[in-house]
């Protein structure tokens, strides 16, 4: 009889050892996998992310917005004539280098939203070069370690049934945990991609505005925000290299609950920090 039951408690403790285990390698192997693909976003280009949506947002822009940007062009122009005409007294001490003046100006603004979709790219492919260069000065990986997964291994075979019950409802939840954490990281990643394309579609209208001083702080402060959002890039690659720094520093004793709190806190804090990437850049670059 004693034999029987030693049989079955060791029947029990493998089944709840090997159920933990699968539990730990899918919350480490789920994470990383979300973090590496949110990784390979951010070095992607809005044209080559998604060329289909791209494709139609360039056209929705050219076709649609590009019409209404130049009404704005042809009205800032005029506004500028008047004001240079009126700053000089109504033409009473006439230069004629105002008018080539002004021709300059108009050349140069209808430059600028001719190739409004050049300049923008421009910015997010400067962006995407300095995302590539930071992630191969990080380069480290956000996987657990082999070795660490095979001590949780010799520490869980030590365990009690009762122990090893306990420790695999933690990791359940756990899973759980991690498994939303790794897709709010991915919408977050995703989510900036689409908000690209979203200030992208509406380029010709800010651009339309450099004409004029005044006005021009619309263009202005809509090519910051293009930078904010292309070096957001940048800074969550950032985020994710001091996850992975993290990560390694902890340590996976024979408090393996203990290890996995500490995991699942850090992953909390990455979570935050990714949300707040945003209005940091655009508070560097004065974008609002």
Same mark, same amino acid.
């Given at each position: 009889m004693e034999s029987l039951f030693e049989q079955l408690t060791e029947y029990l403790k493998g089944?709840?050892?090997?159920?933990i285990m699968n539990n730990l390698t899918?919350?480490?192997?789920?994470?990383?996998?979300? !973090?590496?693909?949110?990784?390979? %976003?951010?070095?992607?280009?809005?044209?080559?992310?998604?060329?289909?949506?791209?494709?139609?947002?360039?056209?929705?822009?050219?076709?649609?917005?590009?019409? !209404?940007?130049?009404?704005?062009?042809?009205?800032?122009?005029c506004y500028e004539l008047i004001q240079l005409? %009126? #700053?000089?007294?109504?033409? /009473?001490?006439?230069e004629s280098w105002i008018f080539?003046? @002004?021709?300059?100006?108009?050349?140069?603004?209808?430059?600028?939203?001719?190739?409004?979709?050049?300049?923008t790219m421009a910015v997010f492919d400067v962006a995407q070069h300095v995302i590539e260069e930071s992630g191969g000065i990080i380069g480290d990986?956000?996987?657990?370690?082999?070795?660490?997964?095979?001590?949780?291994?010799?520490?869980?075979e030590a365990m009690e049934i009762g122990p090893l019950f306990a420790v695999f409802l933690q990791?359940?939840?756990?899973?759980?945990?991690?498994n939303i954490m790794g897709l709010a990281i991915y919408v977050i990643v995703f989510g900036r991609m689409?908000?690209?394309?979203?200030?992208? #579609?509406?380029?010709? !209208?800010?651009? /339309?505005?450099?004409?004029?001083?005044?006005?021009?702080?619309?263009?202005?402060?809509?090519?910051?925000?293009?930078? /904010?959002l292309g070096f957001q890039g940048f800074l969550i690659m950032v985020c994710i290299g001091i996850y992975a720094v993290m990560i390694h520093d902890v340590?996976?004793?024979?408090?393996?609950?203990?290890?996995? @709190?500490s995991v699942l806190g850090i992953t909390i804090l990455l979570g935050f920090t990714l949300m707040k990437t945003g209005t940091v850049a655009k508070s560097i670059l004065q974008a609002h």
């Open positions: 089944m709840l050892v090997a159920g899918s919350i480490f192997s789920n994470l990383n996998n979300k !973090i590496e693909e949110a990784s390979d %976003i951010l070095g992607t280009t809005p044209a080559d992310f998604q060329p289909h949506v791209f494709s139609m947002i360039r056209t929705l822009s050219e076709n649609v917005l590009m019409p !209404i940007a130049g009404i704005i062009l042809t009205f800032v122009a005409v %009126i #700053s000089h007294n109504n033409l /009473a001490n006439f080539f003046k @002004w021709i300059l100006k108009t050349f140069v603004a209808v430059e600028l939203v001719t190739h409004t979709f050049d300049i990986s956000t996987a657990i370690d082999g070795s660490a997964l095979a001590d949780m291994r010799s520490t869980l990791t359940f939840i756990l899973l759980i945990i991690f689409i908000e690209i394309y979203l200030m992208v #579609s509406m380029a010709p !209208i800010p651009f /339309a505005t450099f004409g004029n001083k005044e006005q021009s702080m619309i263009g202005q402060n809509y090519l910051r925000s293009l930078f /904010a340590s996976f004793s024979s408090d393996i609950m203990g290890s996995l @709190w």
